[in-house]
């Protein structure tokens, strides 16, 4: 089962929200992110959060829909997109795609990055998307796919990913030592519609993007 957990930061558009919510069997709003599903004239499945952000008119309308609410202290030690991943997480999912995640808020994005590594320990496949990128964390050797001349970045989230290989993009890479802070690995191209990644050891975040 898929959820799609909209966060109070830059509002997707409209065509990837309700792209993303066909194949969704759940929609949850974590605080603010509430105001950009309703002004899409989409009522979600639960409101999470400590409603620092909503705009309380909205909050007052779905108070009367079908939405279920889950109102926290504002002092807590969970963010509410966090708390939007529990509650995904208890209903079952086993996909997750995270709107709203990005935008001017570095320390909010970098956190809800980071909730991609809670949600694989979770068993969760978990990806964060914008109007702009695709993120994703891989654990093992794959695939990404992507389209011709398309760019993707890769950044370690570990001290060291051992023997890193890249095939099917402009700048191959093979047997590498990727450690945190290098940079090797950014603006890549996929040459075709797709990109072999291996690694033996670590994990590394998966950055598709356009300008």
Do not use: W
Not at 175 to 183: E, S
């Amino acid at each position: 089962m898929k959820a799609v957990i909209v966060s109070g930061g830059m509002p997707p558009s409209k065509e990837i929200l309700e792209n993303e919510l066909i194949e969704s069997s759940l929609l949850i709003c974590a605080d603010g992110g509430a105001n950009c599903v309703l002004d899409y004239e989409i009522i979600p499945d639960y409101l999470i959060g400590d409603f620092d952000s909503i705009d309380e008119r909205k909050l007052k309308f779905l108070e009367s829909t079908s939405c279920k609410i889950e109102r926290y202290p504002t002092e807590k030690d969970y963010t509410d997109s966090e708390l939007a991943l529990f509650k995904a997480a208890e209903m079952g999912v086993d996909e997750i795609c995270f709107l709203g995640c990005t935008g001017t808020r570095i320390d909010h994005v970098f956190g809800n990055i980071c909730l991609l590594h809670k949600a694989a320990n979770m068993n969760i496949n978990a990806v964060i998307k914008d109007n702009n990128n695709v993120i994703s964390l891989m654990n093992n050797s794959g695939k990404i796919l992507g389209k011709k001349g398309q760019i993707f970045s890769i950044q370690p989230y570990c001290d060291l990913v051992k023997n890193l290989s890249i095939t099917g993009a402009k700048y191959p890479l093979t047997n590498y030592d990727l450690h945190i802070g290098d940079v090797i690995t950014i603006s890549n191209e996929f040459l075709s519609n797709e990109v072999e990644i291996t690694f033996e050891s670590g994990s590394i975040l998966i950055f598709c993007s356009k300008d």
